[in-house]
Every structure is written in C-alpha cells, then in structure tokens.
C-alpha cells in the first residue's frame, strides 16, 4: 500500500465526507486510477474499501459515509483529519466510463451512487436515468451535481428516500426500463441480489453490470436457532426471512428505518456466531470480526446465533 495525506475535506451531508488524498510527502506517487474504480484505504488499525470519483496526479477524491455509534466504535472520521496519514491500495475495478459506455440506465443505494457518479461525470453518456435511493432527505449527497449533469446530458435523476417512502419496487423499477436495458446497479449486497432477481423475472431481455459484492448463497442453514441474550427468548429462525421480522415477530423490538442495510439504525451485536454481511455500515475489519451485524439484509453462516437483545 502506498503512503497519502489528507489534504482537505468538506461535508456534503451529516454522514457524508467529500476527501481529497494526496502523495506523502518523501513518498511515492499514488497509483493512476479511473474514476469509478475502488482502492484499499488503511486509517490507524482500520480497512475499507471507497470508490474514487476523480483522479489526477494530485491525487484522489473520494467520498466516504461516517456513521457514530459511540466509542470505541467510530468509523473513520475521527481519523480522517487534514494532514492525517493513510495507506492507499492499488485501484480495481470495471465499473468505470470506458468500460459501461453506452449503458443509460442505473440504480444506486447509499454510497452507491460514487461509481455512479464517476462514470456520469466522465461524460460519454447522454439520455441516462438514475434511480437513487437513501434514508433522509439530508442524506443525498452529489445530489446537486447529479442534477446539473442530468440537466447537461439529457438524463433524469429519481430519488427514493426510505425514511419516508420505504424500500423501491425493484420489480416494478426494473420493469419500467425497456427490454434490451443495460443496467448498471451499485449499493448494498442484498439491493443488489434484489435486483438481480428483478431482472431475471422481468420479461424480456434486460443485462445487469455491478462491481458490487452480492449476497452468498447456497452454504446458509435452512433455519438458525435464535438466543437473545437480554430478553432470555430462544427460537427458530427461517434463513428465508429477515433476521429483523424473526426478532420483531418473537416480541424483541430492534429499532429500524431503511431495511437496506444503510442506514445503520438496526446494528445488534452478536455474541456468537457467523455473519454473512450484506450491509454499508461496517468496515471491512468489523465484518470480518462479526461482532455486530444488520439484522435487515444479513444472515447467519451459522446453525446458532446468540445475540445481545
């Protein structure tokens, strides 16, 4: 990994950084990137995975959502100060201009909307239509710009905040695009499994492009035996079900809003077991460790799940 700064930042939202990394000084240049590709960024003992939205030989802009749930537990804000040093990994990636030109149709959730917006601010596309989902009417960032490119390129932008209007049709969504679309389809692991379904069932042919990690498949137990630490309830948990319904249907009230894995609202921690992660909240290292998960969009690799409700 190649030593960068900090070298400004700016809010775009209550959760959302806008950051600008830079060679360390006395050290080597940073990898050439293309906008939309993802690096490896390292902050103190943390790992996460960003999208680069602009790249130069200055450097890298990139956006990055901070969500507080109270010490020891911050994400990266606390760290990410101007002038703080970071390690950079070496950019990957398809889901840039070059490589989804002259696809027109996409669907973003929460952050997202970076690949997204890297590929729109390329500008090859024209006649493009966006479908851009969030928790929060603060919660948009790139909102304005993603406008003003609508407005330059013949495209059109939908946002569907789910504080409010819930969670998209994405049968209806992907419906509403002719047959033939090329879709490209960047956010949570379970919207992107969603989605995927959508298409499959849609009549016509349509194609789905994402750089987007989905949710696992095919090693997850039928069923997991469910023990609540704090309300000392025991039970059986369908795997075909979200883990959140089980919990609220058996009397324990887990707080939620988004039910994409976005918004951070739902996180529990697990005491044992294995979690296939399909949320945007948790970083690399904390999925890894699972002692915390989404129980909206994840699921238990294990048999038995012991958490602290």
């Not at 059109?156 to 504080?163: L, M, Q």
């Not at 009230?253 to 044992?272: A, W």
Request: hydrophobic content about 40%; proline content about 7%; charged content about 20%.
């Amino acid at each position: 990994m190649r030593a960068a700064i900090v070298q400004a930042a700016r809010a775009l939202t209550p959760t959302v950084t806008q950051y600008w990394l830079a060679q360390a000084p006395g050290g080597s240049p940073l990898p050439a990137a293309v906008p939309g590709q993802h690096v490896n960024l390292r902050v103190g003992p943390r790992f996460k995975t960003f999208t680069v939205l602009a790249a130069g030989e200055e450097g890298y802009e990139l956006a990055i959502r901070n969500r507080h749930r109270g010490a020891p537990r911050d994400h990266l804000s606390p760290r990410m100060h101007v002038g703080a040093a970071v390690r950079v990994g070496d950019p990957a990636g398809h889901f840039t201009a070059q490589n989804l030109t002259p696809f027109t149709h996409f669907l973003a959730g929460g952050v997202g909307i970076n690949p997204v917006l890297a590929v729109l601010a390329d500008g090859r596309l024209r006649g493009w239509r966006l479908v851009y989902v969030d928790r929060g009417a603060q919660e948009f960032p790139f909102l304005g710009r993603l406008r003003r490119l609508a407005g330059e390129q013949d495209g059109s932008v939908v946002t569907v905040d789910t504080g409010t209007q819930g969670r998209p049709d994405w049968a209806e969504v992907v419906g509403g695009t002719p047959a033939g679309a090329t879709i490209g389809v960047c956010g949570p692991a379970a919207m992107v499994t969603a989605v995927r379904a959508a298409v499959e069932r849609a009549p016509g042919s349509r194609q789905m492009v994402t750089d987007a990690r989905e949710a696992a498949a095919g090693d997850m137990p039928h069923s997991v035996e469910v023990e609540c630490v704090k309300t000392g309830i025991t039970f059986q948990a369908p795997q075909h079900q979200p883990l959140l319904d089980a919990l609220n249907r058996h009397g324990v009230v887990v707080p939620s809003s988004c039910r994409q894995g976005i918004c951070g609202t739902c996180e529990i921690e697990v005491r044992t077991g294995q979690i296939d992660h399909r949320d945007e909240v948790l970083t690399d290292q904390e999925k890894a460790a699972s002692s915390y998960m989404m129980p909206c969009v994840s699921k238990s690799i294990s048999t038995r799940l012991v958490l602290n409700v």
